[in-house]
Structure formats: structure tokens, C-alpha cells
């Protein structure tokens, strides 16, 4: 780094100065002040706040300017040198992948693996197959869907409540809820759909809220907000996955000439959303090598180039829409039978946005930045549980980031799905 | 008939600060194009900031309610617009011409920042205020059912109504407002045209953001309890209520937010409080439908 040049300076503290400023006037009432919860009590003062926020935002401005002077103006920050690891790692893509595949699956088998591990590795995968679902609308095809929860929220209750009053085991559900939810996405997404991008985005927003109001009031079809309870739990093939099992069912633990363990039925649990999660891994890899993968793209770059090469972008649209909100509906099944009980605070907007963070911090269209995401963003806050208070402000603050610095995503170098020969271009950009 | 006006009445004060919220989403969509998903956010801060400037003067000893309220109205427009100013020079500026989809999940990401920012300096718990304009009059009596104007709700529709009519003097008349249509036509050619086009834009934000304060001090009168989350669902109605109108159009947004208003006040007195909402997104819902360029909104022309 040069020395930081003399004529710099002044330009650069006068900014500095002004971003102080601003800092003060925006740290001023929010953080010099707090209202107390009750109204005995008096109005808390806190000076300090203020004049560290002040002085924080001096000396970080200063620091920035700093460090840009030093800088020759056309490297654009770090960008390109994860690109270049990303790049050389490329070619191992496949093999990296199929060494994760294989880890996880013997994952649970490990004699490390005890309970904790292996349920937090069943959260982390339900949020990895809620994010490749995801990708599939806002990765490929290009559409914001911020109510991706509402199709999870629909998934699960239709199991619980085929298990409820008709009895229907989680095999026979789980087509069903998948096929519910994909009903509620073409329904949602026909008259949507055709207007534009961001409309689309406050709509599936306001559906989410939708769906949300409804399961906690019709209460006596969904349980209201207490939800529902003792959800029944998935079979092998029969087999039940109990202590006792009742007259004329038959334990896992009884066929296989095992002493009961609960862990079972959490190995079992995780195998089911690593099978799910894979499929949904290898549906969006294969469909994005058939027409209408392609026409997922073609259309999320360029519209109107798309339609004029006689694409109907409504009936694209609709698919992705349809077979993101299915898989949603998958895992919605799967989360309802693995928790056991389901109420509507599972279900809020929070959680699609965390799944949308998932998406775009991973580098949208990118599976493995899905992985990526997933582990960071849902081992983190598990891990650090002292930390939790500032877990969504950071999240915030990180989507905005990611979002300046690389709007694309972290992972976003992608090969492109199709080259010419001998043009080799850059894709993703 | 009493009944039914003194719905027409709640929700034309409700409707009016739709509208107040939802013109700071229509101009930023007009002139950039992007949905500002943190301006309900803007809206909650200004509520937070309204309430403690009430607290610190009624601290002070400041008794004269018109004083206090002209205080209270400065300072929360003042601050909350510095907070519309640094939401965009820090998460939309720099992905100005970037894809489609970056300002709008950087603008998720600011609300989602700006939520717990609140939450994390001022508590989780709702705060409340003691009824701070009380008072009103008697509009018709019948059948023993008195339909009342509280002081506050005329408040709310007066100031509307002004800053209704100063809005539309100032995007048809100033030279801001003339820079403001010129970017909104055609960003390139305005800046040739030595429009200074971000200043322009900071300047539309920082208006949107001003009189999202006004909404969030009057709104804050007349609940008396607020939280960190209050801004996600007023927001999302105001936006609705913008779409209704017409996006980009300021007459819309306003007429959008009174339909929005009234369709909620009339379901919650007529049929059941806790779908209010339900409805007004299924009207948003049926206008995309039929009519996706909204009620006063020119159709929109593709450009390749």
C-alpha cells in the first residue's frame, strides 16, 4: 500500500466528516434513547451509544478512503480472486460433489454421530433441498418468489391432515402434498405470472401472509395457531419405527435383531431428506439440460429475445413456479412428520427469506453454493446460541453486502449451461 | 346507516395513511423502477422516533399541543429522511444497472437489518404512549348510535390532503419535480441533459422517506402502540395500495391507499376482523388480474 498522498487527505476527512454527521443524526433518537417497555418507567439516556456510533463511522470512512488510495482504481475489491478459486476448482466440481454425496451418506454411521449431530444435519439438509427447490424458480428461472414458505406451510399440512382424517401413511402423502402445493403454485402463479418480475415478488409475499392467516384462524380445520399434534411418524416398509409397536405392527428394531434405540428413527429421518434432497438435486440438474431448462434461462436473461423466438414465457414461468412449489411441498411433508407437530409460527416470512438468503448468498443457479449457504447460515446460529440476538441482523446486513459486492452470489461462477465451440464466453457476469 | 359512516370514517383516516406510505413507494418505483421493500421499515423507524420525541418533550415540560406536534413532526421527518438517504447510498446506489433482481433482495436484506437494528436498540417489547390529541365532535346522532370525527382523525385528513396537493404542485411545477418525470422517462438522456440523476433519486428517497414520517408520527397518535414489526405489514398494504392506484402515479397511490383503507375497515366491521388483511391482498391479487397497470396507471411499454 502507498503512502496515503497529502492532497487526499483533506477530501478524504471531509467525507469522512460527513458520514459522521449522518451518523449522528441517524443514531441520535434510536440509539441515544430508549423507550422503556412499561410506562413507570422512565426514558433511558445513552449518550455513549452515540458517540462511538459517531466515531465508529468517522474512523471506518477514514479507513475505507485510506485504503482506496492506495488501490489502483480498475481492481474492483476481492472479487477476482475467489473467482480465480472457483474457477481452478471447477474441474473437480464433480468429483467434489460425489465425495460430499458419500460423506453425508455414511454420515450417520459414523460412531461419532449422536443424536444432536445427526438432527442437525436433518435440518441443515431440509433447508439444502428448500434451497435447490428455490433455485429452481429464482435461480433458473429468474422469478423472486418471497412466500416460497407458503408452499412448505401447504405441504405440511396436507399430510397432517390426510394423516389426521384419512388415515394415509407418509409414503402415500408424500405425492399428494407435493402435488397440493404444486396445485397452489399454478393457481397463484397463472394470473401473476404474466405481469411483471417484481409484482410477482410482493404477491407471492402477500400469499405467504395469506396462507399464514388462514392456518391461524380456520381453526377448526388447521388447529389455529396451537397447530396440530402427534403427527405420525414415516414407515420402512412397513416397519415402525417404536418402542412398543402396537398389535400387529412390526418395530424395525424387532426385524432386524436390534436392542431399540431412538436414533434410529433420526438415522432413518435423515436418510429420507438426503433421498429427497438428491432428487431434487437431480431434477433441476437434468431438467436443465432439457427445453424447458434452457427456456428457464433463456427467458431469465432476456424476455423479450425469448418470446420473439416464439417461447410462451407464461407456461415457462408456470412450470418453475409449479415444480419449485412441489418440491417446497416435499420438504413441507418431510418437516411435518419429522417434527411431529407443525403450528403456523413455522411458517413465517422470516423462514423465506432465510431460504431466499440461502439462494443468493450461495450464487444463484449454483448448487453447491446452496450447500454452502445452508451449513453456514443454519449450523451458525446452532452453534453460537449467544449470538442468536444478532443472528438476523447480521443475516440482513450480509444480503445486502453480498448483494453490493457481488450481486451475482458468492459461488455465482457458473459454467455456462451451453458454449460454442470455439467462443469460450463468461458466464453468470 | 350511523354505523356504516362511522366506517366510511375510520377507514378514510386508515386509507390516508396508506396513501402517505404508499406515495414514497410509487415515486421510487416510477424513477427507478425497483420496489423499495425497506420504506415500511423507514415507516416504523419514524413511529420509534415520533414516540421518544414525545417522550423527551413531555421530559422537557412542552404542554402546548400544536407546539409539540410541529416539534415532533420536524424532527421525525428530519431524521427519517437521513435514514431514506443512507438506505440508498448504501444498498441500492452501488447496483444501480446491475440485474434485475440485486436492489430488490438488497432492499429485503435492509429491512431484515433494519427490523432487528430496532428490535436490538429498543427492545422487543411494544411501546405505548398515553392519548396525546383527545377530543372530538359529534358529525350526526341516530338510534342512540353517535357517529363521531375524533381531532385526530380530521388531523390526519387535512395534513394528507395538504401534503397531497403540495406533492403535486412540486412534481408538476419545481425544477425538481421536472428532474424528477425527466429520470423517470429516461435516465441517460436526463443526465445529458445535465440532470444531476443520482442527486435527483436521493432527493426522491429522502421525500418518500419524509412523508413515510409523517405517517409514522400521525399513525403513532392515533394507535399509541408500536413495535419493531409494525413496518412489514403496513408496508406491504401500502405497497398493495400503490399497485391498486397505478404504480408511479401519485394520484393512484392516494386513491389506492383510501380503497385499501375502507375495503379494511368495512370487512373488519361486516365480516371478520381477522381476514381484513386476507382481503386487501386478494384485492391486489384480482386488480393484477384485471387490470395489471392499475387503476390509474398508464400500461406500460416494452423497450428492448
Known amino acids: ?429 | 346507516m350511523a354505523y356504516f359512516l362511522q366506517q366510511l370514517i375510520n377507514g378514510l383516516t386508515l386509507g390516508a395513511l396508506y396513501g402517505l406510505i404508499a406515495i414514497g413507494y410509487t415515486m421510487v418505483y416510477g424513477i427507478i423502477g425497483m420496489i423499495n421493500f425497506a420504506h415500511g421499515e423507514i415507516y416504523m423507524i419514524s413511529a420509534f422516533i415520533a414516540m421518544i420525541a414525545f417522550a423527551i418533550l413531555g421530559v422537557l415540560g412542552v404542554a402546548s399541543v400544536p407546539l409539540a406536534l410541529l416539534v415532533v413532526l420536524l424532527l421525525a421527518v428530519i431524521l427519517t429522511a437521513a435514514y431514506g438517504w443512507t438506505v440508498e447510498r448504501i444498498a441500492y446506489r452501488p447496483l444501480r444497472g446491475s440485474f434485475r433482481l440485486a436492489p430488490l433482495i438488497s432492499a429485503i436484506g435492509m429491512s431484515i437489518f433494519l427490523q432487528n437494528y430496532v428490535q436490538l436498540l429498543q427492545g422487543a417489547r411494544a411501546k405505548a404512549m398515553t392519548p396525546f390529541i383527545s377530543g372530538g365532535f359529534v358529525v350526526i346522532e341516530e338510534g342512540g348510535f353517535a357517529v363521531t370525527v375524533s381531532y385526530l382523525q380530521l388531523l390526519i385528513m387535512v395534513l394528507t390532503l395538504v401534503l397531497m396537493a403540495g406533492f403535486t404542485q412540486m412534481i408538476g411545477r419545481t425544477p425538481l419535480g421536472r428532474a424528477q418525470r425527466a429520470c423517470e422517462q429516461d435516465r441517460k438522456m436526463a443526465a445529458l441533459c445535465g440532470i444531476d440523476v443520482d442527486r435527483t433519486i436521493s432527493l426522491t428517497f429522502v421525500l418518500g422517506a419524509g412523508l413515510a414520517a409523517v405517517a409514522g408520527v400521525l399513525s403513532t397518535l392515533y394507535y399509541g402502540v408500536i413495535d419493531f414489526f409494525i413496518g412489514f405489514l403496513v408496508g406491504l398494504k401500502a405497497f398493495t395500495a400503490a399497485v391498486l392506484g397505478g404504480i408511479g402515479s401519485l394520484p393512484g397511490a392516494m386513491l389506492g391507499g383510501v380503497l385499501i383503507g375502507l375495503v379494511e375497515a368495512f370487512w373488519a366491521a361486516y365480516f371478520s376482523a381477522e381476514y381484513k388483511d386476507v382481503a386487501a391482498f386478494s384485492i391486489l391479487v384480482l386488480v393484477l388480474i384485471f387490470r395489471p397497470s392499475g387503476l390509474l396507471g398508464r400500461p406500460e411499454v416494452e423497450k428492448v
Request: hydrophobic share 55%.
Open chain 1, 1 to 429: 500500500m502507498s503512502a496515503f498522498p497529502r492532497a487526499k487527505m483533506l477530501p478524504a476527512l471531509k467525507e469522512s466528516a460527513m458520514a459522521a454527521g449522518i451518523a449522528l443524526l441517524l443514531a441520535l433518537p434510536l440509539g441515544g434513547v430508549q423507550l422503556p417497555a412499561g410506562s413507570t418507567q422512565a426514558l433511558h439516556f445513552r449518550p455513549w451509544w452515540v458517540v462511538i456510533a459517531v466515531v465508529g463511522v468517522f474512523c471506518g470512512r477514514f479507513a475505507l478512503a485510506w485504503l482506496g488510495a492506495g488501490r489502483k482504481p480498475a481492481a474492483n475489491g476481492a472479487a477476482p480472486i475467489l473467482d480465480r478459486i472457483i474457477a481452478a476448482a471447477s474441474p473437480w466440481r464433480r468429483p467434489l460433489f460425489l465425495g460430499f454425496v458419500i460423506v453425508l451418506a455414511v454420515l450417520p454411521l459414523m460412531p461419532f454421530a449422536d443424536r444432536r449431530m445427526v438432527d442437525l444435519a436433518t435440518l441443515v439438509l431440509i433447508y439444502v433441498m428448500l434451497g435447490w427447490g428455490l433455485n429452481i424458480v429464482v435461480g433458473l428461472a429468474g422469478l423472486l418468489d418471497l412466500g416460497y414458505v407458503a408452499f412448505y406451510a401447504v405441504g405440511a399440512y396436507s399430510y397432517t391432515l390426510l394423516a389426521m382424517h384419512f388415515g394415509l401413511g407418509f409414503w402415500t402423502s408424500l405425492p399428494l402434498a407435493g402435488a397440493f402445493a404444486a396445485l397452489f403454485g399454478v393457481l397463484l402463479g397463472f394470473p401473476v405470472l404474466r405481469l411483471r418480475g417484481d409484482y410477482l415478488a410482493i404477491v407471492t409475499l402477500g400469499f405467504g401472509e395469506m396462507i399464514r392467516i388462514v392456518l391461524i384462524n380456520w381453526n377448526s380445520f388447521t388447529g389455529g395457531s396451537e397447530g396440530i399434534s402427534s403427527i405420525p411418524s414415516p414407515t420402512l416398509f412397513g416397519l415402525v419405527f417404536s418402542a412398543n409397536p402396537a398389535a400387529g405392527e412390526v418395530a424395525f428394531h424387532q426385524a432386524v435383531g436390534l436392542p431399540y434405540a431412538g436414533v434410529h428413527k433420526l438415522i432413518f429421518l435423515y436418510y429420507i431428506i438426503l433421498a429427497l434432497a438428491l432428487a431434487t438435486h437431480l431434477i433441476s440438474m437434468r431438467l436443465r439440460r432439457l427445453p424447458v431448462g434452457r427456456a428457464w434461462e433463456a427467458l431469465r436473461e432476456d424476455e423479450i429475445a425469448s418470446r420473439a423466438l416464439g417461447l410462451n414465457p407464461v407456461m415457462v414461468k408456470l412450470s418453475a413456479f409449479g415444480l419449485g412449489a412441489m418440491l417446497a411441498g416435499f420438504a413441507g411433508a418431510f418437516f411435518a412428520t419429522r417434527q411431529g407437530f407443525i403450528n403456523p409460527s413455522s411458517f413465517t416470512f422470516i423462514e423465506s427469506a432465510i431460504i431466499l438468503a440461502i439462494v443468493v448468498l450461495g450464487g444463484m443457479g449454483s448448487q453447491i453454493g446452496v450447500i454452502c449457504a445452508a451449513i453456514v447460515l443454519i449450523l451458525l446460529p446452532e452453534m453460537a446460541r449467544d449470538f442468536a440476538e444478532f443472528r438476523m441482523l447480521l443475516f440482513g446486513g450480509a444480503m445486502v453486502a453480498i448483494m453490493v459486492w457481488r450481486p451475482r452470489g458468492l459461488l455465482a461462477h457458473r459454467e455456462p449451461s451451453i458454449t460454442l465451440a470455439e467462443r469460450e464466453k463468461e458466464g453468470g457476469g
